[in-house]
Antibody, heavy 116, light 110 residues
Framework: QIQLVQSGPELKKPGESVKISCKAS????????MHWVKQAPGKGLKWMGW????????TYADDFKGRFVFSLEASASTANLQISNLKNEDTATYFC?????????WGQGVMVTVSS | DIVLTQSPALAVSLGQRATISCRAS??????????MHWYQQKPGQQPKLLIY???NLASSIPARFSGSGSGTDFTLTINPVQADDIATYYC?????????FGSGTKLEIK
């Protein structure tokens, strides 16, 4: 069955970096783009951007340009999200989602807490 | 950006019909597709795809969920509402980048 399994929760201090992973299984990884979605505590869903899993080219939403990097370990069917220079407002759950012109499969989410 | 507007909350009695609306700031339809999709999210869980392309039921989703609409106005209907349907429902458009979500409608039991 198709699964997206994300890494575990993270507790970081402001200014630190974090890298979270999303391992896909049950389908050909390079056939579908992987997108990232942010959900701040008690808030709605916000699209962050996506990575072409065939070429590795990332595309970022305007609010996520600069400190956010999408990458791949294609041989491991894994997509990664790295956030540098963490700020308090980065505290959120981050989801990866497979894109099929809609998000048909989602990871379980990674809670990132930024606190001094 | 395409803004999707949803009502914040809806209270419905068990066994009744729930109608959740989503209005887009511009059309999300093409000549072939209505690029609006619906998700259900329960607390502490990831969103789950319910309806894609406005009216197509996703795999394993019960037939009490249905979707309709085109252009700028879309509706998710749950009939009859069951206790397990308590969740927040989001619409999402894929007509153009950036992809956008509605702010969510929280379904409550009256």
């Amino acid at each position: 069955q198709i699964q997206l399994v994300q890494s575990g929760p993270e507790l970081k201090k402001p200014g630190e970096s974090v890298k979270i992973s999303c391992k896909a299984s049950g389908y050909t990884f390079t056939d579908y783009a992987m997108h990232w979605v942010k959900q701040a505590p008690g808030k709605g869903l916000k699209w962050m951007g996506w990575i072409n899993t065939y070429t590795g080219k990332p595309t970022y939403a305007d609010d996520f340009k600069g400190r956010f990097v999408f990458s791949l370990e294609a041989s491991a069917s894994t997509a990664n999200l790295q956030i540098s220079n963490l700020k308090n407002e980065d505290t959120a759950t981050y989801f990866c989602a497979r894109y099929n012109l809609y998000f048909d499969y989602w990871g379980q989410g990674v809670m990132v807490t930024v606190s001094s | 950006d395409i803004v999707l507007t949803q009502s914040p909350a809806l209270a419905v009695s068990l066994g009744q019909r729930a109608t959740i609306s989503c209005r887009a700031s511009q059309s999300v339809s093409t000549s072939s597709y209505n690029l609006m999709h619906w998700y259900q999210q329960k607390p502490g869980q990831q969103p789950k795809l319910l309806i894609y392309d406005a009216s197509n039921l996703a795999s394993s989703i019960p037939a009490r969920f249905s979707g309709s609409g085109s252009g700028t106005d879309f509706t998710l209907t749950i009939n009859p509402v069951q206790a397990d349907d308590i969740a927040t429902y989001y619409c999402q458009q894929s007509r153009e980048l950036p992809l956008t979500f509605g702010s969510g409608t929280k379904l409550e039991i009256k």
